[in-house]
């Protein structure tokens, strides 16, 4: 790779001040000339000190650009602006939380170099953590979130499939989505391009629109895990839970703009999960799995625990209830007893608990707001 190419970052912030120094630092200090590269920064309109510390760094770096969008409306609306801007052969995205490793560039740049019909390649997404006693980034960093390994059941380099018939799971941004997120993604200008240079403007899931788009242009997904980012979690569980809630409001509508109208139901119980498709007038997917079940027979144990009282008749179903709901809760809990601390068990555990059910809140919402039927998956 003697010649390298002219490569273009983009970096969408909002009110990122507590993250960006960071962020500046690890891309400046990015193994590529700097003749070769420019980052261009596009700012949804941030209120904090985010759009002063950029100005400081830009009066040492010429390659640091900066457009400015006043109350955008969507990641991807200042990403746009930024795409606009950008000059580059390959453009390469992250975000103001992240922390390119020093060798990211040029590894991402690899595929793309053995072959030309690659229009998008992913790396690794891995945890930088800023605060070693916060509760919410060790439960980040211990279970993995974010991590692309293990999307479309991929743990090593290799072409992401691609999209075979439009179902829901495939393109509704979950674990079996070909997608790669942008903290961590690169894209060809020839296939940038030929979708228009535009992500959606919709508030979130521009991402898996994106990469959706570029493979039904003929483009392949490559899935690069050496090329990584380290990520800087959110610190709060209500800001954590935040952002789940985003993912799960997304989805519905990532199944309405690309899936054909059925219901899929998966169970989630192998690595592939046990599917039903249904031809329906309304798109949609039912995920079931631990957390569905747990709560399933604990109502089914509540309401049978009322009656018993009621009509002082003890049935067996009490103790069959009962003694599922207890399976399914252990069996949902059970890989946070392999976390540490031990004594943060109990913390954990919630977290886990809470994050999911935003999760499943916002599909509610999304299904609900765009016409789809969605329920969300378990952890």
Known sequence: MADLPFISIINPI?????TLETNLRYLIDIDYPKDKMEIVFGDGGSTDKTVDIIREWQKKYELIKLVIVPNSKSPGEARNAALK??????????????????????????????????????????????????????YCEQTKFLMVAGRCLMTK?????????????????????PFFATANAAVSKKAADAIGREFW????SEDVDFSLRILKKGFKLYYMPSAIVDHMHRVTLQAYCKQLFGYGFGHPLAVLKHAKKVIEIQFQYTPKYITFVIPFPIRGIIYIGDYHFMHLFGLAFVINLIQTIVT????????????????????????MFKLTPRSKILTRCWVRYVSNWAL??????????F???YLESSW
């Open 85 to 138: 801007m950008a000059k580059g052969d390959y453009i390469l995205f992250t975000d103001g939380d992240c922390a390119p490793r020093k060798d990211w560039a040029k590894k991402m740049l690899e595929p793309f170099m053995r072959d030309s019909s690659i229009g998008m390649v992913g790396g690794e997404i891995h945890t930088l953590r800023t605060d070693p006693n916060n509760d919410v980034e060790a």
């Open 371 to 373: 016409g789809v039927i």
């Open 312 to 335: 002082h008749n003890l049935t067996p179903w009490l103790f069959v209830w009962l003694a599922l709901s207890v399976f399914f809760k252990f069996r949902y809990f059970k890989p």
């Open 157 to 177: 380099e290799g072409y992401y499939p691609t999209i075979e018939k439009d179902l829901p799971h495939e393109v509704n941004g979950n674990i079996h989505s």
């Open 360 to 369: 499943m809140k916002g599909g509610f919402k999304g299904g609900k707001t």
């Open 201 to 204: 403007h919709e508030i979130t």
């Open 14 to 18: 909002r009110n990122v001040e507590r």
